[in-house]
């Protein structure tokens, strides 16, 4: 494997970067495909070891809007279309507005930023909202979207504004898949016209894809012999201290030191 990475990599990345990340992409989604959840932010972390956050954030998009694009080709009948018209609606408004306040934003303002995302998601209390209309998941359209520019990873906040609108469970993932290509697809948009430049990574990112499917099929057939608890206890443990570490790297920055 390791003959092959420099013909995946953009050289500045590095082939043992590459293959840790490579073996994070099985890592993680055979956290998703095992727990329903976790490895996109756990991935989010891991490439901050690696990489710039500015490079992070519109890579990690990437890739999440891939593995959601499969979940759309097998669910596609399941979406609600009106629910996900409202949700792009508001989805376009974010991310027009969001683009405006990333424009000049110092590298340690991000960094502080995704610390505290990746925090919050591991301690703090996920937002139960009410049971929702169109127009809240409008507006939630618009202000995840915003906000998955300086922090990435915001599926979960998406999943508790469509949680509101009390769907089955086939709908709900569907309709949940598509809002996330549209928010994903939204993001890589904004930073292409903010002039980042995709191309040097899109060999690296086709084996992401691949490698990510294969911790996906991994994680389907032992998915009934892990210990959740346990589980949790180490992933939050690790993402803690990844965020810990952005907080300190930000914070030391932007003090000037």
Request: hydrophobic share 60%; aromatic share 10%.
């Amino acid at each position: 494997m390791m003959d092959c990475l420099p013909t995946l990599i953009p050289p500045e990345l590095g082939a043992l970067a590459a293959a840790v990340l490579l073996l994070g992409a099985i890592v993680t989604s055979f956290v998703t495909a095992s727990f329903g959840a976790g490895g996109g932010v756990l991935l989010l972390a891991l490439m901050t070891l690696f990489m710039p956050v500015a490079t992070v954030i519109p890579l990690h998009g990437v890739i999440q809007a891939g593995s959601n694009v499969g979940r759309v080709a097998l669910m596609w009948r399941h979406i609600q279309w009106p629910i996900l018209l409202a949700f792009a609606i508001g989805a376009v408004i974010g991310a027009a507005a969001g683009s405006r306040l990333l424009v000049g934003l110092p590298q340690a303002a991000m960094e502080l930023a995704l610390g505290a995302f990746i925090l919050w998601s591991c301690w703090g209390p996920m937002p139960h909202l009410p049971q929702g209309s169109n127009a809240r998941l409008g507006l939630g359209g618009a202000v995840t979207s915003a906000l998955t520019l300086f922090v990435g990873a915001t599926g979960p906040f998406v999943a508790a504004f469509l949680r509101g609108m009390r769907l089955n469970r086939l709908h709900h993932v569907g309709t949940f898949s598509a809002c996330m290509v549209t928010q994903h697809g939204l993001k890589i948009l904004v930073f292409a016209l903010l002039g980042f430049g995709f191309a040097p990574y899109v060999p690296f990112l086709v084996a992401m894809f691949v490698f990510g499917f294969l911790g996906t099929w991994l994680g389907r057939l032992v998915l009934e012999r892990m210990d959740d608890q346990l589980f949790w206890r180490i992933l939050a443990v690790v993402l803690t201290l990844i965020a810990l570490r952005l907080l300190y790297s930000g914070g030391r920055e932007l003090m000037g030191g």
